[in-house]
């Protein structure tokens, strides 16, 4: 598997130009350069900075100026505090990862589509020249299946009319599932040098989203604890708690010596990936992982030691979701007493 130099452990900034109310006063204050200041000494060397459309264009799809410049001077402070970055297109005109946002329409309509082209032509032509330190994330959590098809052709095009501008950019593509590791192998396009596949994991959901309220099937009183619980007591009480939900989750692993929850789970869940990317020669990133604010703070680190040793054992790239509130903030004031050791797995 083809080594990512440079986006090895990273974390998002998610609200910052993305899932917010896209007032100035947002873009100005909620993340500044004392936060990059900070990022400089957690020991990171990325940061993913997701973007809605709303940063970048009109309802029309006007470009603003404005907003191209938010983000140039976001990457004016990663080179500052030595760090890349990678811009995420959280949300594009007619599609979001989150249905409550009302956008509909980008899979069928080809105006749309034509419109999210020119977005990253605009974005390619403003931050190709950064190749090496930015790095252009195609669209946020592909949501359908039944998309599949389609995103392949969207993504084929996009690519290439990226690569006329840029060509030398590093380009991440993600499958449907919400990204899942399991969808990767039905990703179908033109590989090259510059093609990075991406994936999220918040496994076991029962764990990482307990009590969350944007989950049909979630109590918002559930709660979850995940330390010594063997596989066996994670499947049943998954099965029992969740009857509908649990046929689409996949929670023993296969060939672990251990049945304890740990390390060889996300080991498990990741292979297929990596016997993909190696035999495809791509690097493998996971974009998005986090424990929600619900979770006790020390199952919360046992669940980030346990995912970062086997993004360490299978040579994954990462950044974690998220920095800052977005109720998986990792400098939320919850998390000061384990952050310490935290900030080792990430």
């Excluded at 811009?87 to 080809?110: M, N, P, Q, T």
């Amino acid at each position: 598997m083809r080594e990512w130099k440079g986006f090895k452990k990273g974390i998002n900034l998610g609200g910052w130009f993305s899932q917010n109310d896209h007032r100035d006063e947002t873009y100005d204050t909620f993340i500044t350069e004392k936060d990059f200041e900070i990022f400089s000494k957690w020991g990171i060397d990325h940061v993913r900075i997701p973007i809605d459309y709303h940063l970048v264009e009109d309802e029309m799809g006007n470009h603003l100026e404005s907003g191209f410049k938010r983000l140039e001077n976001a990457i004016d402070l990663c080179e500052k505090y030595g760090l890349n970055s990678i811009i995420d297109l959280h949300r594009v005109y007619g599609f979001s990862f989150d249905k409550s946002y009302g956008e509909f329409g980008f899979f069928d309509e080809a105006g749309l589509q034509d419109r999210f082209y020119k977005l990253w032509e605009a974005i390619a032509e403003r931050f190709g020249k950064y190749h090496g330190r930015v790095a252009f994330e195609l669209l946020n959590e592909i949501t359908e299946q039944s998309y599949c098809e389609r995103w392949n052709r969207i993504a084929r095009l996009c690519i290439g009319r990226i690569r006329k501008i840029a060509p030398e950019t590093d380009i991440l593509v993600g499958s449907y599932w919400n990204n899942s590791v399991f969808a990767l192998s039905d990703l179908n396009i033109k590989l090259d040098n510059h093609i990075i596949y991406s994936f999220h994991c918040y496994d076991p959901l029962i764990f990482t989203h307990q009590g969350a309220g944007w989950i049909d099937e979630m109590p918002a009183d559930y709660r979850y604890s995940i330390i010594g619980k063997t596989y066996e007591q994670i499947n049943e009480e998954f099965g029992k708690d969740f009857p509908d939900w649990y046929a689409n989750r996949i929670l023993v692993p296969g060939g672990s010596d251990d049945p304890v929850f740990g390390k060889d789970f996300f080991s498990s869940i990741f292979s297929s990936a990596v016997s993909l990317a190696e035999k495809l020669n791509v690097p493998l990133y996971c974009g998005e992982y986090g424990c929600i604010e619900n979770c006790e703070p020390k199952d919360e680190l046992y669940w980030f030691k346990s995912i970062h040793q086997a993004f360490e054992e299978l040579h994954i790239n990462r950044a974690a979701w998220s920095y800052k509130k977005m109720n998986f903030g990792l400098n939320d004031k919850r998390l000061d007493e384990v952050r310490g050791e935290l900030l080792n797995y990430l």
